[in-house]
T-cell receptor, first 116, second 116 residues
Framework: AQKVTQAQTEISVVEKEDVTLDCVYETRDTTYYLFWYKQPPSGELVFLIR??????QNEISGRYSWNFQKSTSSFNFTITASQVVDSAVYFC?????????????FGSGTRLSIRP | GAVVSQHPSRVICKSGTSVKIECRSLDFQATTMFWYRQFPKKSLMLMAT?????????EQGVEKDKFLINHASLTLSTLTVTSAHPEDSSFYICSASSRQALLEQYFGPGTRLTVT
């Protein structure tokens, strides 16, 4: 069965600190996709990244970076030099690959608060 | 990117009444649409998957007679909460993907339902 675990329920840091959000997943599939989404107070989900299971290269996008390690089934997300606008709930998610659109399984989310 | 809209964004209804939520893909043909439910401070839980022209596939524990899903066209899916009760109050989010881009799942902005 597929499962996504975000052990950190809430994180609070002071602005400009770096912060890492952990994500551990379980799947029996050899081909799958991992995602991170941001959900600000408005509720609308903001897509951040999709990574397929064959691409373990780390990715950096501005202040955001992602570390994918299949050996530990982890897909961690780091925000460098955090800002107040980064405050939101962040979801890690998993989807199977297939010939049809696949459902996305979400983790429980990490509520990130950046204090000025 | 592709846009998915939901209407209404907020709705308040009385217990015992039915309420319909619309999910529209504005610039692509959505062959598959997903409906999620999110309780306050909780994760998104998939309710059902609907393919255009077919009956929806419901997740375990979701009452199909209570949450009626119709996906009659390639741009519109509707979720009707029948005989709503206060425990149905939640944030409902739809997502859509096309046959040409199975990996791309675009989320709507969500509908906040309050049943009084």
């Amino acid at each position: 069965a597929q499962k996504v675990t975000q052990a950190q329920t809430e994180i609070s840091v002071v602005e400009k600190e770096d912060v890492t959000l952990d994500c551990v997943y379980e799947t029996r599939d050899t081909t799958y996709y991992l995602f991170w989404y941001k959900q600000p107070p408005s509720g609308e989900l903001v897509f951040l990244i999709r990574r397929n299971s064959f691409d373990e290269q780390n990715e950096i996008s501005g202040r955001y970076s992602w570390n994918f390690q299949k050996s530990t089934s982890s897909f961690n997300f780091t925000i460098t030099a955090s800002q107040v606008v980064d405050s939101a709930v962040y979801f890690c998610a998993l989807s199977e690959a297939g010939s049809s659109a696949s459902k996305i399984i979400f983790g429980s989310g990490t509520r990130l608060s950046i204090r000025p | 990117g592709a846009v998915v809209s939901q209407h209404p964004s907020r709705v308040i209804c009385k217990s015992g009444t039915s309420v319909k939520i619309e999910c529209r893909s504005l610039d692509f043909q959505a062959t598959t649409m997903f409906w999620y439910r999110q309780f306050p401070k909780k994760s998104l839980m998939l309710m059902a998957t609907s393919n255009e022209g077919s009956k929806a596939t419901y997740e375990q524990g979701v009452e199909k007679d209570k949450f009626l899903i119709n996906h009659a066209s390639l741009t519109l899916s509707t979720l009707t909460v029948t005989s709503a009760h206060p425990e149905d109050s939640s944030f409902y989010i739809c997502s859509a993907s096309s046959r040409q881009a199975l990996l791309e799942q675009y989320f709507g902005p969500g509908t906040r339902l309050t049943v009084t």
